[in-house]
Protein backbone atom coordinates (compact mmCIF):
# COMPACT_ATOMS: atom_id res chain seq x y z
CA UNK A 1 0.00 0.00 0.00
CA UNK A 2 1.18 3.61 -0.49
CA UNK A 3 3.28 4.92 2.29
CA UNK A 4 3.78 1.48 3.90
CA UNK A 5 7.05 1.63 5.58
CA UNK A 6 9.55 -0.82 4.80
CA UNK A 7 12.52 -1.83 6.96
CA UNK A 8 16.02 -3.22 6.19
CA UNK A 9 16.54 -6.97 7.01
CA UNK A 10 19.55 -8.84 6.95
CA UNK A 11 19.27 -12.24 6.59
CA UNK A 12 21.90 -15.22 6.90
CA UNK A 13 23.01 -18.49 5.31
CA UNK A 14 25.25 -20.80 5.56
CA UNK A 15 26.74 -21.56 2.28
CA UNK A 16 28.03 -19.75 -0.64
CA UNK A 17 25.19 -19.89 -2.58
CA UNK A 18 22.81 -18.41 -0.50
CA UNK A 19 20.63 -21.37 -0.66
CA UNK A 20 21.09 -22.78 3.23
CA UNK A 21 19.22 -20.21 5.65
CA UNK A 22 20.42 -20.27 9.03
CA UNK A 23 18.22 -20.87 12.19
CA UNK A 24 16.56 -17.54 13.57
CA UNK A 25 19.25 -15.61 11.75
CA UNK A 26 16.97 -12.58 10.55
CA UNK A 27 17.16 -9.22 11.43
CA UNK A 28 14.87 -6.10 11.04
CA UNK A 29 16.11 -2.99 11.92
CA UNK A 30 14.47 -1.34 14.69
CA UNK A 31 14.95 2.18 12.93
CA UNK A 32 15.92 2.17 8.78
CA UNK A 33 19.23 4.13 8.42
CA UNK A 34 19.97 7.76 7.21
CA UNK A 35 22.08 6.72 4.84
CA UNK A 36 24.25 3.91 3.33
CA UNK A 37 27.87 3.69 1.19
CA UNK A 38 28.72 1.83 -1.52
CA UNK A 39 31.90 2.13 -2.28
CA UNK A 40 33.55 0.80 -5.90
CA UNK A 41 37.24 0.13 -6.75
CA UNK A 42 38.90 -0.48 -9.42
CA UNK A 43 42.12 -1.55 -8.94
CA UNK A 44 45.26 -0.71 -11.67
CA UNK A 45 48.71 -2.80 -12.05
CA UNK A 46 51.23 0.50 -11.86
CA UNK A 47 54.31 -1.31 -11.56
CA UNK A 48 57.11 -0.55 -14.38
CA UNK A 49 60.45 -2.11 -15.54
CA UNK A 50 63.35 -0.47 -13.73
CA UNK A 51 65.16 2.51 -15.26
CA UNK A 52 62.43 3.22 -17.83
CA UNK A 53 59.51 5.86 -17.67
CA UNK A 54 55.96 6.05 -16.59
CA UNK A 55 53.67 4.06 -17.83
CA UNK A 56 50.01 3.73 -18.46
CA UNK A 57 47.86 2.15 -15.08
CA UNK A 58 46.77 -1.04 -16.93
CA UNK A 59 43.42 -2.41 -15.47
CA UNK A 60 44.20 -5.22 -12.91
CA UNK A 61 40.48 -6.59 -11.72
CA UNK A 62 37.10 -4.82 -10.11
CA UNK A 63 37.08 -5.85 -6.78
CA UNK A 64 33.17 -6.77 -5.04
CA UNK A 65 31.89 -3.81 -4.10
CA UNK A 66 32.16 -2.45 -0.14
CA UNK A 67 28.99 -1.59 2.07
CA UNK A 68 28.62 0.25 5.23
CA UNK A 69 25.98 1.24 7.09
CA UNK A 70 25.05 2.30 10.62
CA UNK A 71 22.34 1.18 13.09
CA UNK A 72 20.88 2.82 15.94
CA UNK A 73 19.01 0.66 18.31
CA UNK A 74 17.15 2.50 21.06
CA UNK A 75 14.81 1.76 23.81
CA UNK A 76 14.41 5.20 25.59
CA UNK A 77 10.65 5.51 24.68
CA UNK A 78 11.27 8.58 23.01
CA UNK A 79 9.90 9.16 19.32
CA UNK A 80 12.38 9.26 16.76
CA UNK A 81 11.97 10.42 13.55
CA UNK A 82 14.34 9.40 10.51
CA UNK A 83 14.32 10.82 7.14
CA UNK A 84 12.88 13.83 5.29
CA UNK A 85 9.16 14.36 5.99
CA UNK A 86 6.65 12.59 4.44
CA UNK A 87 4.46 9.32 3.93
CA UNK A 88 7.95 7.16 4.94
CA UNK A 89 9.35 8.95 7.82
CA UNK A 90 10.48 5.82 10.67
CA UNK A 91 8.99 6.83 13.39
CA UNK A 92 9.00 4.19 16.64
CA UNK A 93 8.16 4.26 20.01
CA UNK A 94 9.24 1.67 22.02
CA UNK A 95 8.93 0.60 25.77
CA UNK A 96 10.58 2.82 27.99
CA UNK A 97 13.90 0.94 29.73
CA UNK A 98 14.16 -2.27 28.54
CA UNK A 99 17.67 -2.09 27.45
CA UNK A 100 19.05 -2.99 24.34
CA UNK A 101 21.17 -6.06 25.00
CA UNK A 102 18.57 -8.11 23.24
CA UNK A 103 18.32 -6.24 19.89
CA UNK A 104 22.43 -5.68 20.13
CA UNK A 105 22.81 -9.45 20.61
CA UNK A 106 20.72 -10.67 17.54
CA UNK A 107 22.43 -8.82 15.05
CA UNK A 108 25.94 -9.70 16.55
CA UNK A 109 24.27 -13.33 16.05
CA UNK A 110 22.94 -12.84 12.69
CA UNK A 111 25.74 -10.64 11.47
CA UNK A 112 28.88 -11.42 13.24
CA UNK A 113 28.84 -14.08 15.43
CA UNK A 114 30.95 -17.16 14.07
CA UNK A 115 29.22 -20.40 12.66
CA UNK A 116 30.84 -23.57 14.04
CA UNK A 117 29.21 -26.61 11.23
CA UNK A 118 30.97 -23.86 8.68
CA UNK A 119 33.93 -22.55 10.53
CA UNK A 120 33.16 -18.97 9.85
CA UNK A 121 31.32 -15.88 9.95
CA UNK A 122 27.35 -16.45 8.29
CA UNK A 123 27.00 -15.02 4.27
CA UNK A 124 24.61 -12.03 4.82
CA UNK A 125 21.97 -10.66 2.29
CA UNK A 126 20.84 -7.11 3.13
CA UNK A 127 17.54 -6.14 1.37
CA UNK A 128 16.01 -3.04 1.25
CA UNK A 129 14.44 -1.22 -1.05
CA UNK A 130 16.62 -0.67 -4.06
CA UNK A 131 19.34 -2.11 -2.30
CA UNK A 132 20.22 -5.90 -2.33
CA UNK A 133 23.50 -6.76 -1.42
CA UNK A 134 25.08 -9.57 -0.63
CA UNK A 135 28.18 -9.90 1.13
CA UNK A 136 29.77 -10.40 4.57
CA UNK A 137 30.52 -8.72 7.52
CA UNK A 138 34.40 -7.65 7.73
CA UNK A 139 34.34 -4.76 10.63
CA UNK A 140 31.80 -3.74 13.03
CA UNK A 141 32.06 -1.13 15.98
CA UNK A 142 29.15 -0.31 18.55
CA UNK A 143 29.14 3.01 20.77
CA UNK A 144 26.51 2.49 23.69
CA UNK A 145 25.45 5.96 24.16
CA UNK A 146 22.89 6.17 26.78
CA UNK A 147 22.29 4.36 30.09
CA UNK A 148 19.91 3.54 33.34
CA UNK A 149 20.97 4.49 36.40
CA UNK A 150 21.82 0.62 36.86
CA UNK A 151 24.46 0.75 33.94
CA UNK A 152 21.71 -0.68 31.41
CA UNK A 153 22.42 0.34 28.17
CA UNK A 154 19.38 1.99 26.34
CA UNK A 155 20.55 3.71 23.19
CA UNK A 156 23.55 2.69 20.98
CA UNK A 157 24.57 2.93 17.94
CA UNK A 158 26.57 0.44 14.99
CA UNK A 159 28.56 1.02 12.40
CA UNK A 160 29.08 -2.32 10.00
CA UNK A 161 31.15 -2.38 7.08
CA UNK A 162 30.49 -5.43 4.68
CA UNK A 163 32.33 -6.55 1.85
CA UNK A 164 30.76 -7.94 -1.04
CA UNK A 165 30.67 -11.57 -2.26
CA UNK A 166 31.07 -13.30 -5.75
CA UNK A 167 30.16 -17.08 -5.93
CA UNK A 168 33.39 -18.51 -6.91
CA UNK A 169 31.76 -20.14 -10.60
CA UNK A 170 30.04 -16.40 -11.15
CA UNK A 171 33.64 -14.53 -10.42
CA UNK A 172 35.08 -17.37 -13.17
CA UNK A 173 32.72 -16.34 -15.73
CA UNK A 174 32.69 -12.64 -14.83
CA UNK A 175 36.72 -12.88 -15.83
CA UNK A 176 35.52 -13.83 -18.93
CA UNK A 177 32.92 -11.71 -20.45
CA UNK A 178 32.74 -13.75 -23.71
CA UNK A 179 31.17 -17.15 -21.29
CA UNK A 180 28.13 -18.70 -21.71
CA UNK A 181 27.82 -19.03 -18.05
CA UNK A 182 27.60 -15.26 -16.79
CA UNK A 183 25.04 -14.33 -14.50
CA UNK A 184 24.11 -11.13 -15.87
CA UNK A 185 22.93 -8.30 -13.11
CA UNK A 186 20.48 -5.64 -14.18
CA UNK A 187 19.56 -2.38 -12.82
CA UNK A 188 15.82 -1.80 -12.93
CA UNK A 189 14.69 1.73 -14.98
CA UNK A 190 11.92 3.76 -15.70
CA UNK A 191 9.68 1.42 -17.72
CA UNK A 192 11.40 -1.71 -17.54
CA UNK A 193 9.14 -4.72 -16.52
CA UNK A 194 10.62 -8.00 -15.81
CA UNK A 195 9.02 -10.18 -19.47
CA UNK A 196 10.83 -6.76 -21.34
CA UNK A 197 14.38 -7.26 -19.39
CA UNK A 198 14.04 -11.37 -19.24
CA UNK A 199 13.87 -11.31 -23.08
CA UNK A 200 16.53 -8.59 -23.16
CA UNK A 201 18.85 -11.19 -21.87
CA UNK A 202 17.48 -14.46 -23.15
CA UNK A 203 15.57 -13.34 -26.09
CA UNK A 204 12.45 -14.70 -24.80
CA UNK A 205 10.22 -13.27 -22.24
CA UNK A 206 9.02 -16.68 -21.16
CA UNK A 207 11.62 -17.25 -18.42
CA UNK A 208 10.32 -13.98 -16.55
CA UNK A 209 8.80 -16.22 -13.59
CA UNK A 210 11.88 -18.32 -12.98
CA UNK A 211 13.60 -14.85 -12.46
CA UNK A 212 11.32 -13.59 -10.13
CA UNK A 213 11.73 -16.85 -8.27
CA UNK A 214 15.76 -16.55 -8.46
CA UNK A 215 15.11 -13.18 -7.30
CA UNK A 216 12.41 -13.81 -4.32
CA UNK A 217 10.48 -11.32 -6.16
CA UNK A 218 6.79 -11.29 -5.32
CA UNK A 219 4.84 -9.16 -7.52
CA UNK A 220 6.77 -8.92 -11.14
CA UNK A 221 4.68 -6.45 -11.95
CA UNK A 222 5.94 -3.84 -9.82
CA UNK A 223 9.52 -3.52 -9.99
CA UNK A 224 11.56 -0.99 -7.88
CA UNK A 225 13.39 1.78 -10.04
CA UNK A 226 16.76 1.13 -9.31
CA UNK A 227 16.50 -2.55 -7.60
CA UNK A 228 19.16 -4.49 -9.14
CA UNK A 229 17.63 -8.01 -11.16
CA UNK A 230 20.34 -11.53 -11.30
CA UNK A 231 19.83 -13.22 -14.08
CA UNK A 232 21.01 -16.20 -14.30
CA UNK A 233 22.64 -18.84 -17.00
CA UNK A 234 19.85 -20.39 -18.99
CA UNK A 235 20.84 -23.53 -18.35
CA UNK A 236 20.07 -22.82 -14.43
CA UNK A 237 16.80 -21.33 -15.49
CA UNK A 238 15.29 -24.10 -17.16
Known amino acids: MPGELTKLQIKAYSDETFQ ?7 FITLLNPE ?16 GTSAASPRYNRTPPEDLELEFIFDRTGVLINYGQPGPTD ?5 DTGVGIADDVELFKRVVFDYNGDEHRPNYLVISWGALLFKGVLTELDISFKLFKPDGTPLRASATAKFKGFVEDKLRVAMENN ?16 LPLMTYRIYGDSKYYLEVAKVNNISNFRKLNEGQKI ?3 PIEKVN
Do not use: M
Open 90 to 94: DYLSV
Open 178 to 193: SSPDLTHVRVVKKGDT
Open 35 to 50: KYNLKYKVEQNRRQAS
Open 230 to 232: FFP
Open 20 to 26: TEIANGE
